[in-house]
Each structure stands twice: as structure tokens, then as C-alpha cells.
């Protein structure tokens, strides 16, 4: 059983920063792609960024040049980097993980953007 867990998420003020950690039970490598996406009550799940097992990163147009997508391979742990944060991305953000065959979740982290 794939186990995905994040944290880091938190209240942080408008222009402030997070970085999320998400440590998988497993070799990230054997993951096609891992990423984050993030859900509100209003809204249906989202891509924020991705990243491939070849390095390629892929971003929400609404995160770029704001947030980064970023691995540690020994500790099997993938970072989203969130900075100048708006009361927009408020929402649970979730850590992905994709094979060929399946698609793994993590049980989600909050991340709340106010002052």
C-alpha cells in the first residue's frame, strides 16, 4: 500500500510563504509523476505544478513564478515552495503520485492565506 504524506500547511499572511513536504512510502522513482493539486469548497480539484521522473516541472498559470516544485530523492520527498502567497490559494492541497497503472493521494494539508 502507497502511503503519501503531506505537511507543512498552515495560516500564513498575503506575501508570505509555506513549503510543503510530501514523504512517499516508497522510491519516488517509481512514480511516472508526482505533483500537487489543491480543492476548495467551491472549486473542483486542480493542478498547481507537476513534476516528471525526468525533471520536467509543469505549473498552474495562476503559481508560476511563485511557487516550486522540487524533490529530495533520499528522502523520497517532494517540496512545494510557496511564496507572495494571496487569500487566493487558500485550500487543501493535495500530493499526487501517478504510475501507469494507478493514481496514489495523500490525505491533504490546509493551507490558509489571511491576515
Known amino acids: 500500500q502507497v502511503q503519501l504524506v503531506e505537511s507543512g500547511g498552515g495560516l500564513v499572511q498575503p506575501g508570505g510563504s509555506l513549503r510543503l513536504s510530501c514523504a512517499a512510502s516508497?522510491?519516488?522513482?517509481?512514480?511516472?509523476?508526482m505533483g500537487w493539486y489543491r480543492q476548495t469548497p467551491a472549486k473542483q480539484r486542480e493542478l498547481v505544478a507537476t513534476?516528471?521522473?525526468?525533471?520536467?516541472?509543469n505549473y498552474a498559470d495562476s503559481v508560476k513564478g511563485r511557487f516550486t516544485i522540487s524533490r529530495d530523492n533520499a528522502k523520497n520527498t517532494v517540496y512545494l515552495q510557496m511564496n507572495s502567497l494571496k487569500p487566493e490559494d487558500t485550500a487543501v492541497y493535495y500530493c499526487?503520485?501517478?504510475?501507469?497503472?494507478?493514481?496514489?493521494w495523500g490525505q491533504g494539508t490546509q493551507v490558509t492565506v489571511s491576515s
Open positions: 499526487n503520485g501517478k504510475t501507469l497503472r494507478d493514481n496514489f
Open positions: 516508497r522510491n519516488i522513482f517509481s512514480f511516472n509523476a
Open positions: 513534476l516528471t521522473i525526468g525533471g520536467t516541472t
